[in-house]
């Protein structure tokens, strides 16, 4: 039995519940929450080491065994990408109980974060289709439930658009899954890619692979992202962290498994589009970030650089290219989450989100500065921080593989990324300021160490890449052969 | 059977479509609730139809539905219930704050 | 304003019974025929709607002392519980057993795990639908 596989969903849920009960601690229920994903960070450790070891395994709820029942998959893929949102989440959490009001804290914030959290985990790990769809509903539940927090007019405002587009994104999700039941018969995703295979990938399935597309997309902000600078940039700086690191992380998760898993036989029409829905991800979110002068809005289109950036490697499709995807992927959910908290700090010390109310905060903050400064190398793509490593792979395999244009638009935006957050340096850091060292208002004790431990996973990733080699390479062999994950999930039936 | 709840399908796609497109909020959030129908009518006749039968297979049954489907859409519907609950009271919150139920009066500024 | 609604009161005061009746009837029937925990839950529910619109929230809420926000947590609990029980047993995550045991009244019962689950999904609808019809109703 690999009952410990269902633990990064159940574990949150569980705890979430009983911080319910709990409503009037709020320190307590930090504490409680952020234990609980280093538990969960622990697990899927072991978890990795496991799939390392053993292959890929899978937990069969209730005992009913695939194609009949709903499962949960564990391949090195999805348990790197547990592992780093659970760790990436309890840092968040940590700046949170440092940072957040009193109120936001007792309006349940640490339960819907635990509730989004085992969302997040589960569409990592499932292996069903329609399982992932009550999965991608958890999380936006959580999600809608975060974004209203706090009740300013702005954050409704912004909800309102943010729920309706989901409402809308998660009936083309029905639709989509609707067809695929009525042309394969099956949802369980080892299954209908095994069906797929057997009858060839014919127009009506490449039809419904579009339809997937565009939920996914709509999730991930791949090209359809237009709801996603006003969303990110309106609630509390630690739920635009949260959604900035993992929202759009899962969006594109998905994109990646149903793409390399079950839709990749028709590269020519799926990829194809997949590199120019990126490629225009790429320009749109690059003319964004350089466009506005809100440091949050510049961050939020960042997040949107990025996705285009890793489907990029999706629409390559080599070995090299997905390696690269999967180390961005990781590195991005950590920088994202480091830049919005830095940007969240220095909003909260100006007072202001604006650049030109910001000026010369390096005099008293240097360490904030210079915190903010590696992270702008690290999403650059600087070596030996932990951005290059990606960039170098996918950026070689389009170079192998002929795609010229993407490569030029992959490294263009890198520029316009070090150029946006350059600005917001140069700015905000420097300058004249005439403040006094004793007018500043000080910082918030203890509020940079959850940065700091963010800047240190940012190095220690890019230092240690050699250490997560293997369990990349086997992560993006698992999702080049589909053979591998069909065998482990329906072994044993045949 | 299944050609006419396509077209019943189609009908209330048209209309949630109509609904969602206009200003009022409250006629989106309508909008949203018949598109919910919509599709888990298209899940139900994905699994085929058959007149009098239910999804239950007991030990003297002769004939039963898919139930798979039904699962299916007893889930959505679970989902879509909680996720329309949520949009009216906020549509009701953003009304009290916001004083409007004019989507296009909610387009906002960046001066707040 | 008084409106008199003396009909609607006495009205209401039988069919909660009946209601709140057809809801569990609903909820123990749904192991073998149509009914279950949600659609239990949904009618019991309903019958707290009633009270509430028929009579105002501070006299229900003083006849029933519960928060339905933790009613629904609670229930979820429950839920979660009758899924993790059988990973101390060795079995999978939500596994399901039943047996049958001869009760006192009943005679020869039917006994399944899964009343528990279903148990919990009905505490946890009855908390939400509640909740979301106070939230919408209660005027700041």
Not at chain 1, 102 to 117: A, D, G, H, N, R
């Amino acid at each position: 039995m690999n009952n410990l596989l269902v633990l990064p969903m159940l574990l949150p849920i569980v705890v979430g519940v009983l911080l319910i009960f709990l409503r009037t601690y709020g320190r307590v229920q930090a504490w409680i929450s952020i234990a609980s994903m280093l538990v969960t960070s622990g697990i899927s450790v072991y978890l990795l080491h496991k799939v390392q070891t053993d292959g890929i395994f899978r937990l069969d709820f209730g005992g009913w065994e695939p194609p009949f029942g709903i499962l949960f998959v564990a391949d090195s893929f999805s348990v790197l990408l547990v592992l780093t949102s659970s760790i990436v989440t309890a840092i968040c959490l940590s700046y949170a109980l440092i940072s957040t009001s009193k109120e936001l804290q007792t309006m349940y914030f640490y339960p819907s974060v635990l509730f989004l959290i085992a969302g997040v985990n589960g569409s990592f790990l499932t292996g069903d289709l329609f399982n992932l769809f009550v999965c991608f509903e958890v999380m936006l539940l959580s999600s809608y439930v975060l974004l209203t927090l706090g009740n300013s007019k702005r954050q409704l405002r912004e909800a309102i658009k943010y729920v309706s587009i989901n409402i809308v994104s998660s009936w083309f999700f029905l639709v989509a899954l609707a067809f695929l039941y009525g042309a394969v018969g099956t949802l369980n995703m080892a299954h209908v890619a095994e069906r797929v295979a057997e009858v060839g990938q014919t127009p009506l399935l490449t039809t419904i692979s579009i339809v997937f597309l565009i939920v996914f997309s709509l999730k991930a902000g791949l090209l359809l992202y237009f709801w996603l600078p006003g969303s990110y940039s309106s609630p509390p700086i630690v739920t635009s962290a949260l959604f900035g690191a993992l929202l759009t992380k899962v969006g594109i998760y998905a994109l990646f498994r149903t793409f390399s898993l079950i839709f990749y036989h028709q590269p020519e029409t799926t990829h194809l589009l997949i590199g120019i829905m990126a490629a225009l991800t790429l320009i749109g979110g690059s003319l964004g970030a350089i466009a506005f002068n809100d440091i949050r809005t510049i961050a939020a289109y960042n997040v949107v650089i990025a996705v285009g950036f890793i489907l990029v490697g999706l629409a390559i499709s080599t070995p090299a290219s997905i390696e690269g995807s999967i180390y961005y992927l990781i590195h991005d959910m950590v920088a994202k989450a480091l830049l919005f908290l830095l940007v969240g700090t220095m909003i909260t010390l100006s007072g202001t989100s604006k650049m030109a109310g910001m000026s010369g905060l390096m005099k008293n903050y240097p360490l904030l500065g210079w915190s903010f400064f590696v992270t702008m190398l690290s999403l650059a793509g600087i070596p030996p921080l932990s951005g290059f490593i990606g960039k170098v792979l996918i950026s070689g395999a389009a170079i192998d593989s002929g795609s010229y244009v993407l490569l030029a638009l992959a490294l263009l935006s890198s520029i316009f990324v070090l150029y946006s957050l350059l600005r917001v340096f140069k700015n905000c850091f420097w300058g004249e300021t005439i403040v006094s060292k004793e007018e500043q208002p000080p910082l918030r004790k203890g509020v940079l160490w959850p940065c700091l431990a963010l800047v240190l996973l940012t190095i220690g990733i890019g230092l240690g890449t050699e250490g997560m080699a293997p369990y990349v390479t086997d992560a993006a062999e698992t999702l080049l052969n589909p053979g591998i994950y069909i065998d482990a999930v329906l072994g044993l039936i045949q | 059977m299944e050609s006419l709840i396509i077209i019943l399908v189609g009908v209330l796609t048209t209309v949630a479509i109509y609904l969602v497109l206009s200003k009022n909020i409250v006629r989106v959030i309508l909008g949203t609730a018949i598109l919910s129908h919509a599709v888990h009518l298209l899940i139900l006749s994905m699994g085929g139809l058959k007149l009098g039968a239910v999804p239950l297979l007991g030990e003297e049954a002769e004939t039963y539905v898919d139930a798979l489907p039904q699962a299916l859409i007893l889930t959505a519907i679970v989902i879509s219930f909680a996720v329309t609950a949520f949009i009216l009271v906020l549509a009701y919150r953003a009304h009290q704050e916001l004083g409007t139920d004019n989507l296009s009066a909610m387009r906002g500024s960046d001066d707040e | 304003m008084n409106i008199n609604d003396v009909i609607l009161k006495t009205v209401s005061k039988a069919v909660v019974l009946i209601i709140l009746t057809f809801g569990i009837y609903l909820f123990f029937s749904g192991h073998n025929e149509p009914g279950g925990g949600f659609i239990g839950g949904l009618v019991i529910a309903s019958a707290f709607v009633l009270m509430f619109l028929s009579y105002d929230s501070e006299t229900v809420s003083g006849a029933l002392p519960i928060d339905f926000k933790k009613l629904s947590a609670l229930g979820v609990l429950l839920a979660m519980i009758s899924g993790i029980a059988p990973m101390f047993f060795g079995g999978a995550f939500l596994s399901q057993s039943f047996g049958y045991f001869d009760l006192p009244i009943f005679g020869k019962t039917e006994l399944a795990t899964v009343t528990v689950f279903e148990g919990g999904i009905a505490l946890t609808v009855v908390g939400v639908v509640v909740n979301i019809i106070l939230s919408i109703s209660e005027d700041e």
